[in-house]
T-cell receptor
Framework: DVKVTQSSRYLVKRTGEKVFLECVQD?????MFWYRQDPGLGLRLIYF???????EKGDIPEGYSVSREKKERFSLILESASTNQTSMYLC????????????FGPGTRLTVT | GIQVEQSPPDLILQEGANSTLRCNFS?????LQWFHQNPWGQLINLFY???GTKQNGRLSATTVATERYSLLYISSSQTTDSGVYFC???????????FGTGTRLTIIP
C-alpha cells in the first residue's frame, strides 16, 4: 500500500511566521504535488515536483515555495504566512509510469492568526 | 485549461438508496480519476477510468470519453459513503490533474 504522510494534522501560526509543511511518501514515486483546498473551490495545485530538485509552478504558487532534496520528501514553505493562507493543505504522489494514480496524505489544516 | 464540472453539488439520500454522480469535462483526456474525501479530510482514490466501465463492490464508474463525461454510481448507500466525491482529469502529455469542485453526499440512517 502506498503511504503518504504529512508532518502535522493541525497547525496554528501567526501572521509573518515562516511555515514548513512536510510530506513523505514511501513508494519511490517520482512525482509529488502540493494542493490547497478551500470551500467551494475544490483542490488547487500550488506546486508540482517531477524529480529531486525539480519543481514546476501550479495554478496558485504566489506566497509559497517548495523544496525537494530527497525523492521521498517534498516540503511546502510559506515564507511569511498571511491570514489568506489559512486552508487545508494536501500532499499527493504518483509514479511516472502507467496510470498516474494519485495518492494523498491525510492533510494539514493550517490556521494563520 | 481544461474545465471540470460536477453535478449535483449536494445530494442527501436515505441509507440503502442508489445515486449517480456526474462529471463533465471540456477537452479530450487521457487520465480521469474519481476520489472520495471522508469527513476527516482523507482523499481516497476510487477509480482510474479514462474510458470504459469499472466496478468495485457497490461502486462503479463509466467514462464516455467521446462525449466528455463520466458517471460514478453508488448502490445500496451506507452512512460510510458520506463525504465529498471529486472527479479529476488531465489531458495528453500532462501529469497534473484538474479537479472539479466536488459533490457532497450525505447518507442519512
Amino acid at each position: 500500500d502506498v503511504k503518504v504522510t504529512q508532518s502535522s494534522r493541525y497547525l496554528v501560526k501567526r501572521t509573518g511566521e515562516k511555515v514548513f509543511l512536510e510530506c513523505v511518501q514511501d513508494m519511490d514515486h517520482e512525482n509529488m504535488f502540493w494542493y490547497r483546498q478551500d470551500p467551494g473551490l475544490g483542490l488547487r495545485l500550488i506546486y508540482f515536483s517531477y524529480d529531486v530538485k525539480m519543481k514546476e509552478k501550479g495554478d496558485i504558487p504566489e506566497g509559497y515555495s517548495v523544496s525537494r532534496e530527497k525523492k521521498e520528501r517534498f516540503s511546502l514553505i510559506l515564507e511569511s504566512a498571511s491570514t489568506n493562507q489559512t486552508s487545508m493543505y494536501l500532499c499527493a504522489s504518483t509514479d511516472r509510469e502507467g496510470r498516474y494514480e494519485q495518492y494523498f496524505g491525510p492533510g494539514t489544516r493550517l490556521t494563520v492568526t | 485549461g481544461i474545465q471540470v464540472e460536477q453535478s449535483p453539488p449536494d445530494l442527501i439520500l436515505q441509507e440503502g438508496a442508489n445515486s449517480t454522480l456526474r462529471c463533465n469535462f471540456s477537452d479530450s483526456v487521457n487520465n480521469l480519476q474519481w476520489f472520495h474525501q471522508n469527513p476527516w479530510g482523507q482523499l481516497i482514490n476510487l477509480f482510474y477510468i479514462p474510458s470504459g466501465t469499472k466496478q468495485n463492490g457497490r461502486l462503479s464508474a463509466t467514462t464516455v470519453a467521446t462525449e466528455r463525461y463520466s458517471l460514478l454510481y453508488i448502490s445500496s448507500s451506507q452512512t460510510t459513503d458520506s463525504g465529498v466525491y471529486f472527479c479529476a482529469v488531465a489531458n495528453f502529455g500532462n501529469e497534473k490533474l484538474t479537479f472539479g469542485t466536488g459533490t457532497r453526499l450525505t447518507i442519512i440512517p
